[in-house]
């Protein structure tokens, strides 16, 4: 970049001097275009990422994964409700490398035989039971200022302040392994200094719904769905439980008929009774 910057320089009229035509950034020699980001363009990460698991989340994210030296804000309605969902594909690719899972005052005890059928074994989690904000917010800044390599830091952090999430950002970029915050809804109406936020909620059809409320590049507009069915449910399930919203289109169908015959049978009583 500093050589774009050079080659600008030199490049500009001298001061004082109109310039002939507005400079164009496809003017740079060489590579040199190619180093300068564009705004409206998803940033290119500039550490290493781990491969979500979906492929569709995977085309959004800048560098095309979760990001290591920095954090990640994952924003939900309620605790326990898509983490493990969302994450577990990436989670078990690290698991895999023999990577540790550091989990940080999660709301509910980890269910190791379901996170086994993920693909994440209880020998590679280690659960840290902070139970006041105070407790989980040092715990966090100690784990990321450790950098614990080919494994991953899940912290629930809901009332961190942005002072204190700044403190972390700047620890996690020297932290090789990814971060991830888990915090509610509301906040993300506050200010962070994440690089990285996405709001997650559960769809009807075993999907996750994520919007991206902050990325290194152009804003996404709408959400993204993602195929998330139950590893345990996942071989037993019918085609028509795979898709719950068929099914109460037409029950709700149904009701409406039903109702629509009830009222017709009493008009024609009322009819009969004149």
């Known amino acids: 970049m500093s050589a774009a910057?050079?080659?600008?320089?030199?490049?500009?009229?001298?001061?004082?001097?109109?310039?002939?035509?507005?400079?164009?950034?496809g003017q740079l020699p060489g590579s040199l275009s190619q180093a300068v980001w564009r705004g409206t363009?998803?940033?290119?990460?500039?550490q290493a990422v781990v491969a979500t698991g979906f492929e569709a989340l995977d085309a959004q994210l800048p560098g095309g994964g979760w990001p290591c030296n920095s954090l990640t804000?994952?924003?939900?309605?309620?605790?326990?409700?898509?983490?493990?969902r969302l994450l577990s594909p990436a989670l078990a690719g690290l698991v895999a490398g023999g990577g540790q899972i550091l989990?940080?005052?999660?709301?509910?005890?980890?269910?190791?035989?379901?996170?086994?059928?993920?693909?994440?074994?209880?020998?590679?989690?280690v659960w840290i039971a902070a139970d006041t904000p105070a407790e989980r917010l040092w715990t966090t800044e100690q784990l990321v200022k450790a950098n614990p390599r080919g494994g991953a830091i899940l912290a629930w952090l809901p009332q961190a302040r942005a002072e204190q999430l700044r403190r972390l950002q700047v620890h996690a970029q020297s932290c090789d392994c990814p971060v991830f915050?888990?915090?509610?809804?509301?906040?993300?109406?506050?200010?962070?200094?994440?690089?990285?936020?996405?709001?997650?909620?559960?769809?009807?059809?075993?999907?996750?719904?994520?919007r991206i409320l902050k990325r290194r590049g152009a804003l996404l507009d709408g959400s993204i769905a993602l195929?998330?069915?139950?590893?345990?449910?996942?071989?037993?399930?019918?085609?028509?439980?795979?898709?719950?919203?068929?099914?109460?289109?037409?029950?709700?169908?149904?009701?409406?008929?039903?109702?629509?015959?009830?009222?017709?049978?009493?008009?024609?009583?009322?009819l009969a009774a004149h």
């Open 5 to 25: 910057l050079q080659w600008i320089v030199n490049a500009v009229a001298p001061l004082g001097e109109a310039s002939a035509q507005p400079f164009e950034i």
């Open 41 to 46: 363009d998803i940033g290119q990460a500039g």
């Open 73 to 84: 804000e994952l924003l939900q309605p309620q605790p326990s409700l898509c983490e493990w």
């Open 103 to 125: 989990l940080v005052g999660p709301p509910k005890r980890p269910h190791a035989p379901g996170l086994a059928k993920l693909g994440i074994a209880e020998k590679n989690l």
């Open 181 to 210: 915050l888990f915090r509610t809804e509301a906040a993300q109406l506050d200010a962070s200094p994440a690089p990285l936020r996405v709001l997650m909620t559960l769809g009807t059809d075993w999907e996750l719904r994520l």
């Open 227 to 270: 195929p998330s069915i139950p590893g345990t449910l996942a071989s037993v399930f019918t085609p028509r439980l795979l898709r719950p919203s068929q099914l109460i289109a037409k029950t709700e169908a149904s009701n409406v008929h039903a109702l629509g015959s009830a009222i017709n049978r009493s008009r024609l009583r009322q």
